[in-house]
């Protein structure tokens, strides 16, 4: 399985400003994914990181609020941005195998004051 | 809208018995299935995956079935420990005509392991 790394880990930050995270993989994947946590709810799916190409967003996600960079395949950012205490979550990066398991950063906690 | 059902409630086993956890799924025929463990804080980490044509698979003390028919996998823990506490999530993924790799969460199930 490939090997995830995040960072940060945690982070607080003030309402109005923005947040990148950053996520790096030990080896080249096709399939790149973004997903935000909230407080006692599920995984939700935030957008597709396409290498080369601007990034894929859910319905509830748009690139204003959330812009996307993926320069090569082992590498991605999010960007939190204009942060309320609503975007209080874990952010989550995942990548796919060949065949279809996908795996998880450790994530990042982020708690907006 | 596609639909993934876990129980919410917390299901609490004593040490040594088998943990069976459900995930069913509504308006949905996902390719395949996978399950993950995630602990607080922690991003979630990959146990199983099982595909439509498969009915069981097994990982160590792990086992999952996929009823396609029935649009429910069942998950269980042989010989539970209390280091198998956690919540249990179920993710449908492989839809037809979707991104091939994308996953729906359910909300999990948290497992509580007693000696």
């Known amino acids: 399985s490939a090997v995830i790394s995040q960072k940060p880990s945690r982070d607080i930050c003030q309402r109005g400003t923005s947040l990148t995270i950053q996520c790096q993989v030990d080896?080249?994947?096709?399939?790149m994914f973004w997903y935000r946590q909230q407080p006692g709810q599920s995984l939700t799916l935030i957008a597709t990181?396409?290498?080369?190409?601007?990034?894929?967003?859910e319905s509830g996600f748009v690139i204003d609020k959330f812009p996307i960079s993926r320069p090569n395949l082992t590498f991605s950012t999010l960007t939190v941005s204009n942060m309320s205490p609503e975007d209080s979550s874990i952010y989550l990066c995942?990548?796919?195998?060949?065949?279809?398991?996908?795996?998880f950063g450790p994530g990042t906690r982020l708690t907006v004051l | 809208s596609q639909k993934i059902e876990q129980n919410s409630e917390a299901l609490n086993i004593q040490e040594g018995k088998t943990a069976t956890l459900t995930c069913n799924y509504t308006?949905?025929?996902?390719?395949?299935l996978q399950w993950y463990r995630q602990d607080p804080g922690r991003g979630p980490v990959f146990l199983l995956l099982?595909?439509?044509?498969?009915k069981e698979k097994r990982k160590e003390r792990l086992k999952v079935t996929f009823d396609t028919t029935l649009k429910q996998s069942l998950f269980h823990i042989t010989a539970s420990q209390p280091a198998d506490s956690a919540t249990y999530l179920c993710?449908?993924?492989?839809?037809?005509?979707?991104?091939?790799?994308?996953?729906?969460f359910g909300t999990g199930t948290r497992l509580q392991v007693t000696l």
């Open positions: 995942s990548v796919v195998s060949a065949n279809n398991e996908q795996f």
């Open positions: 080896s080249q994947v096709t399939m």
């Open positions: 990181a396409n290498q080369g190409s601007e990034a894929t967003y």
């Open positions: 308006n949905y025929s996902p390719a395949y």
């Open positions: 099982i595909r439509e044509n498969e």
């Open positions: 993710a449908p993924g492989g839809t037809m005509g979707g991104t091939a790799s994308k996953l729906t």
